[in-house]
């Protein structure tokens, strides 16, 4: 029964022609292979060396693989009875040989690992996988054996086990993002970031999972199939639809690309994207890295201020540094009549403010005085500078999601620039009574105001109070002597 014709069965042709049938071929028709050549073609094209044994343990199939690991060609190995005296030690084989045979009468396969001897003289372990071959009758026939080298196998393994860890433990996502830029398979921390179940982000574009960052992302994946893998994890911010609406979160990546290790040529047949979720660190990173800055630029502040003759000029310094990377416009408003005490409360109505200094409605420049006319400001009544002033706090006021039209129409309502979109008005305090109100404004390029920006307005309006409170005592204006 071995490849080379010795007991296996051919393929009888017998074809119907032109002119009835015949059981021999014509001279011009070429011949169908045989069931041997086919049956040797499939051994040796196999990647696991195999070989085969008849009932008595004779060799009857011996492999190209099983040649390339031991060294012993098919015409060494087949006809030999077992691997005694030449693929195994003496003191071996005895107990190979019966390990192998028992194969025969057991029911599946059997798993055993072997020290087989390389006809150069040398050792291999392998792991080998038998299982009976039956006749016709039902009754064993004989037995093959598949066998690798056990460290080959266990690198399998290792792979095997390695994805499986990957796509249920890990403490990272974990997506095969295939050539059309679609996941394939997601793993859990993956599904949980992406907000959405495993399955359910099988197949779908990015852009469906991801509401913003989806560009970003999809052109280092298609860099990845044509390049290869970057050299450096990248950190990406993206946001994630959830119930609640958009959450930004910063990834940070790590991308391979995926070959086919079967074909002659690399085929890309996809891309390993592994990130972890490192939003609260950046986020950290980022607000510590502001708070430097704008302590910075206090300080700064505080130093050209005491440099200034007039108490007025301090103030407008302390206004240009603030606008630093905080906000595109300022204005600063003081009240009319002088300084209103805490226990001064009028209607908001009869509360008048007066331009004092502001920064250039065009291009980003210096502030400027501009309060010597002393003529108030045209607020209409709930306009949050005004409130600012009534409650003695800070007020916050955005445009909102409109149309670009819409945001220039409530800018201009409220006397501020056409491309303000975000105001943050603090009240202006000292020695316990209300001077005026500065407000910065931000565009539609920048985020709205949030809680750490109404901190630092806040420690900004306190500077500028008290240099104008200084300028109002240094001109001797009415209401200081009760002081």
């Not at 001077?435 to 630092?456: C, I």
Request: net charge negative.
């Amino acid at each position: 029964m071995d490849v080379r014709g010795r007991s296996l069965q051919g393929v009888q042709v017998s074809a119907s022609r032109r002119s009835g049938t015949t059981d021999e071929l014509g001279p011009d028709e070429p011949a169908e292979p045989g069931g041997s050549d086919l049956l040797a073609a499939l051994l040796d094209g196999m990647d696991a060396a195999l070989c085969a044994f008849d009932v008595d343990g004779v060799v009857t199939h011996w492999n190209r693989e099983a040649e390339r690991i031991l060294g012993w060609t098919a015409a060494e190995a087949v006809g030999r009875h077992g691997f005694a005296g030449w693929a195994v030690r003496s003191a071996d084989a005895e107990e190979v040989q019966a390990r192998l045979m028992s194969a025969m009468h057991a029911p599946g396969r059997q798993v055993h690992e072997f020290a087989l001897v390389t006809k150069g003289g040398g050792r291999v372990l392998v792991r080998t996988q038998s299982a009976a071959v039956r006749g016709p009758d039902g009754k064993p026939a004989g037995l093959y054996c598949a066998f690798s080298e056990v460290h080959a196998q266990i690198d399998l393994e290792r792979s095997i086990a390695l994805s499986e860890a990957l796509f249920e433990d890990a403490a990272w996502g974990v997506v095969l993002v295939d050539a059309d830029l679609r996941p394939a398979v997601v793993n859990a921390y993956a599904a949980r970031a992406l907000g959405v179940g495993r399955t359910a982000a099988l197949g779908r574009p990015l852009g469906e999972l991801l509401a913003q960052g989806v560009e970003e992302l999809e052109a280092a994946l298609t860099h990845v199939l044509a390049e290869g893998a970057p050299p450096a994890p990248a950190e990406m911010w993206v946001a994630v639809r959830t119930p609640e609406g958009e959450e930004r979160r910063c990834w940070r990546s790590g991308f391979l690309r995926l070959a086919s290790p079967l074909a002659e040529e690399p085929v890309p047949l996809g891309v390993g994207w592994l990130f972890q979720d490192v939003t609260e660190a950046r986020q950290g990173q980022q607000e510590a890295s502001l708070l430097r800055f704008r302590s910075n630029q206090l300080h700064r502040a505080a130093r050209a201020a005491a440099e200034c003759e007039d108490p007025a000029e301090a103030a407008i310094v302390h206004l240009d540094y603030a606008l630093a990377g905080f906000a595109d416009h300022a204005l600063v408003d003081r009240v009319a009549g002088g300084p209103r005490a805490a226990d001064e409360g009028a209607p908001g109505p009869e509360v008048r403010l007066v331009r004092l200094a502001a920064t250039p409605a065009g291009a980003p420049g210096p502030s400027v005085l501009t309060g010597a006319a002393g003529l108030p400001v045209c607020y209409e009544e709930g306009h949050p500078a005004l409130q600012c002033v009534q409650r003695a706090g800070t007020v916050r006021a955005d445009a909102g999601p409109v149309p670009a039209e819409r945001a220039r129409e409530w800018a201009l309502e409220r006397q501020w620039p056409d491309d303000a979109v975000h105001a943050l008005c603090a009240v202006l305090r000292s020695r316990g009574r209300t001077l005026g109100v500065v407000t910065f404004l931000r565009a539609a390029g920048r985020n709205r105001f949030e809680r750490s920006d109404t901190a630092y307005a806040e420690d900004v309006a306190a500077r500028i109070a008290a240099a104008l409170d200084l300028a109002e005592a240094a001109r001797g204006r009415p209401g200081e002597q009760d002081r």
